[in-house]
């Protein structure tokens, strides 16, 4: 076990390492930053000054050097456009990304487990074949442009709900969070239903998929010849075990639903780190850019080591698999 | 159903203006400030926010024009020195008085403020000493002739020296070795409404990065009480978005929609303000012996002033600005719309394709040649729709132009690195004056002597910048407005640039408020007032 704990550790440390000279590689690539971020009226003495610096005048293999050697002390940088450590303004942020993402992975599964399970049950009826329709919607309509819809039908024709922004947050926690207060809560409405109709699809999917299946098992047979009523089988029986692959899924897509809730934040200025990123493409603000996708990274490759641990707990056939293979 | 119902109100209450909108202002931005410290990021987004709680010794009217702000007068005793005359009984919202004490710390924090992307230095670099004659005189000796010294002043913010901890002595030393100064606070303090003191109309609230910035009314104001008691500030950087927020009622008035939005949100019983703006978009082309991106030619064709006349005369301007810019533009005959100082009111050259293919011929090109035409595709209104339309205008007169958009971080890198050989780009002189796009534009590229730094077509007249340099250097306002008309009317005679067409920028309001546009596209709180 401890072997293979620690040749996993190794596989995602390398990840990490992989990911970082991409990143800053291709960071160091898209435009010179002081082109964007220094006045225009600045003569060519303050542009050279800035350039300094910010250390932009050493060659790209030093320049990853010294982010390499204050990374792993910490330290992935001050940002270029606000002068302080690039870290604090992401972590800043990371709280209203981790409430969306959180509200939109609770409808998506709220949501999309029992309209999942409903159509798995009655596949040929109405209601499931439209419920799989609406699925196919989810999945296919870019996210941006279901943002824009959504803005357009309740914000801007029906006036039910604000077009964008966070609103009103008080503190839960040590963190500032939307979902206490009422004007808070339908600030966060739009841009969670935004961010959870493709996780909501995909769970749809799914759970009718896995209900479909269990439901011919003969243990549902039997639960049935027992005489136990139909709620019971469905709630019990076949809930309980179509969960398992539902929890992996959630396991995996709330990571990339917090690092990735970039449209989603653009679309409704949902003050979160995704937004936070594309701000800070448009200033050329590299600190940043690469502090959040280290982060991603980072982020990404622990919830697979642990969903990765957490399997081989559960079925000991993986590691084996691995130790020989 | 806010839409119908405060209408509704409105009508039974017998009154056309809500009392709560006559209190509360909030306003959506395509951008948002960097810091709350107005000394740290020389950026028109901080700068547009900043100065509802900061003032400066002069103001910028809404078209340019230097006005009295916490300096009541100033002159020029010579050549180098400068006496202001500030106005009594200013108050910092703190409490505290403003004195010359405070302005001199000011100007001295400048240089002491650490990891500026955009440092003020380029303001202060040039000034020599302060000294003040008692607390509401000031003398400020400048290294060289400024006659733009007011003008710079504008731009630098002053704030309490008490309530950063200066001592009771200040004394000016230029490059930051000034005595007296305390321990200075960063950027990052000026979060705090403790730090964050001005003299201006509204108080520094709260600051949320990246989801809003409240001030409320300072009461004390010695220009009046403002008429919001809060402002908020929200940053919507991305255009749909912003133009929702507006039609759904979450923000009161919004800046640069769209232009093809336009008309939808006049249909929805908005207002629609526009002005001329101080950008000038233009064309600029490589005047060195081997630009790359030409084909078809032996050396450089755009050496020849023919040529350079040629592709001028080609571009059809009224059609741009009506259909591509939908008539929020203006064609453009100089650098600066008239009568901004330093104008001379030049015809905007004729569109003439036929004219142009002879000249062409004359210059040994009756064939033309094929070139590269640079823009980004993200920076100006319209921008490579309108680069697209001069590509084929030139490729009439026969000149096949293949257009390069990217995106503005790229473009501007690679316009830096002389990549093209023709290239569409845009000047905002936030002075107001003629000598910022001749400086940085068309003066000869000279890193030591700061000319040029724009010059990526590295144009270059000596003529001219010797005229521009003596300009720069003529207190006399007739005097340097006249220079300045003759050198820019050396270069467009020269073709050594062509101007394309002056912006407007556009706001969107509720029709209960009106806002007096400004030629810097700055969008001011504290200059939204109640409609009439």
Redesign the interface.
């Known amino acids: 076990m401890i072997v293979y704990l620690l040749r996993r550790l190794g596989q995602s440390l390398l990840a990490v390492i992989a990911m970082a000279v991409l990143v800053f590689i291709g960071v160091f690539f898209?435009?010179?930053?002081v082109?964007?971020?220094?006045?225009?009226?600045?003569?060519?003495?303050?542009?050279a000054a800035?350039t300094e610096?910010l250390g932009l005048d050493k060659p790209l293999y030093q320049q990853f050097g010294i982010f390499l050697s204050n990374a792993v002390q910490g330290d992935l940088g001050?940002s270029?456009?606000?002068?302080?450590p690039a870290l604090d303004?992401i972590l800043?942020?990371l709280p209203?990304t981790m409430e969306l993402a959180f509200v939109a992975l609770l409808l998506s599964v709220g949501i999309g487990v029992p309209l999942g399970v409903w159509a798995g049950m009655r596949p040929n009826g109405v209601a499931g074949r439209t419920i799989m329709a609406g699925s196919i919607l989810g999945f296919s309509l870019p996210n941006f442009w279901q943002g824009?819809l959504l803005?357009?039908v309740f914000?801007?024709l029906?006036?039910?709900l604000?077009?964008?922004?966070?609103g009103e947050?008080t503190e839960f926690l040590g963190m500032?969070v939307s979902f206490l207060t009422w004007d808070g809560l339908s600030h966060l409405i739009l841009p969670a239903v935004n961010l959870a109709l493709f996780k909501m699809s995909l769970i749809i999917r799914l759970a009718r998929a896995n209900t479909r299946e269990v439901a011919l098992q003969d243990y549902i047979k039997f639960a049935r010849a027992k005489g136990l009523s139909g709620r019971r089988v469905v709630l019990v029986h076949i809930l309980k075990n179509i969960m398992i692959p539902v929890v992996t899924i959630i396991g995996l897509e709330l990571g990339s639903m917090v690092a990735f809730a970039i449209v989603t934040e653009?679309?409704?200025?949902w003050?979160?780190m995704g937004?936070?990123l594309?701000?800070s493409?448009?200033?050329?603000d590299r600190p940043v850019i690469v502090a959040y996708l280290m982060l991603t990274v980072l982020i990404i490759v622990t919830i697979n080591f642990v969903v990765d641990v957490i399997y081989s707990l559960l079925d000991p056939r993986i590691r084996l698999s691995e130790m020989k293979g | 159903?806010?839409?119908?119902t405060a209408p509704l109100i409105a009508v039974l209450l017998g009154s056309a203006a809500t009392p709560a909108l006559a209190q509360e202002l909030t306003l959506g931005l395509k951008s948002?400030a960097?810091?709350m410290d107005p000394q740290?990021?020389?950026?028109s987004t901080n700068i547009q926010v900043l100065k509802n709680i900061f003032e400066a010794l002069t103001t910028q009217d809404a078209v340019q024009k230097v006005t009295p702000g916490l300096a009541e007068s100033w002159e020029a005793l010579d050549d180098t020195t400068w006496r202001f005359k500030l106005k009594q009984g200013v108050k910092f919202h703190n409490g505290s008085d403003f004195t010359a004490r405070d302005v001199i710390y000011s100007f001295c924090r400048v240089p002491l403020v650490?990891?500026?992307?955009?440092?003020y230095?380029?303001f202060t670099g040039g000034i020599a000493d302060m000294q003040a004659e008692d607390d509401h005189t000031l003398t400020i000796t400048t290294t060289a002739t400024n006659p733009l010294l007011p003008t710079d002043l504008w731009s630098l913010a002053i704030v309490s020296a008490d309530a950063l901890g200066a001592e009771d002595e200040v004394t000016y030393a230029p490059e930051g070795n000034c005595e007296g100064m305390g321990e200075v606070p960063?950027?990052?303090a000026f979060n705090s409404p403790d730090i964050a003191v001005g003299t201006g109309p509204y108080k520094l609230d709260n600051y949320?990065?990246?989801?809003?910035l409240v001030v409320t009314r300072f009461e004390d104001y010695w220009g009046g009480t403002p008429d919001w008691e809060r402002v908020v500030m929200?940053?919507?950087?991305?255009d749909?978005?912003?133009v929702?927020?507006l039609?759904?009622?979450?923000v009161d008035m919004i800046e640069s929609p769209p232009i093809q939005d336009i008309p939808r949100i006049e249909e929805a019983g908005f207002s629609v303000v526009d002005a001329l703006s101080n950008r000038i978009i233009y064309l600029h082309m490589q005047q060195t012996d081997d630009p790359p991106g030409i084909e078809g030619a032996d050396g450089n064709p755009l050496l020849d002033p023919r040529v350079r006349e040629a592709i001028s005369i080609s571009i059809n301007r009224e059609a741009i600005t009506e259909r591509i810019m939908g008539g929020y533009a203006q064609a453009a005959g100089e650098l600066l719309p008239p009568p901004m100082f330093g104008t001379s009111g030049r015809e905007v050259d004729p569109y003439d394709p036929e004219r142009a293919k002879e000249l062409l011929a004359e210059a040994g090109y009756p064939d033309g040649f094929s070139i590269t035409l640079g823009t980004p595709n993200d920076r100006y209104i319209n921008d490579e729709q309108v680069a697209q339309a001069v590509a084929q205008m030139m490729a009439q007169i026969g000149i096949q132009t293949n257009v390069d958009a990217s995106t503005?971080?790229?473009f501007?890198?690679?316009r830096?690195a002389l990549e093209f050989p023709i290239y569409m780009a845009g000047?905002?002189a936030?002075?107001g004056d003629m000598s910022?796009p001749l400086k940085?534009l068309v003066a000869t590229y000279d890193?030591a002597a700061?000319?040029g730094?724009?010059n990526a077509g590295r144009y270059s007249n000596p003529e001219m910048d010797a005229l521009l340099l003596e300009a720069m250097a003529t207190i006399d306002d007739a005097e340097r407005d006249r220079m300045l008309q003759e050198a820019e009317t050396m270069v467009l005679d020269d073709f050594g640039i062509i101007p394309l067409h002056y912006e407007q920028t556009v706001w969107a309001m509720k029709p209960e408020l009106s806002y007096e546009p400004r030629v810097d596209q700055y969008t001011m709180a504290s200059e939204v007032k109640p409609a009439e």
């Open positions: 898209i435009g010179n930053p082109d964007v971020l220094i006045n225009p009226e600045a003569t060519q003495a303050d542009i800035t610096r001050t270029f456009v606000y002068g302080r303004i800043e942020r209203a824009m803005i357009l914000a801007v029906l006036g039910w604000p077009a964008g922004g966070r947050t500032q653009t679309v409704f200025a003050p979160g937004k936070l594309i701000d493409i448009n200033l050329l | 159903m806010n839409r119908l948002e960097t810091s740290f990021h020389q950026l650490e990891n500026s992307p955009s440092a230095t380029i960063q950027a990052p949320t990065r990246g989801s809003e929200r940053p919507i950087t991305s749909g978005p912003r929702a927020a039609l759904a009622g979450d503005a971080s790229q501007f890198s690679r830096n000047w905002g936030s002075s910022s940085s890193e700061g000319m730094p724009t």
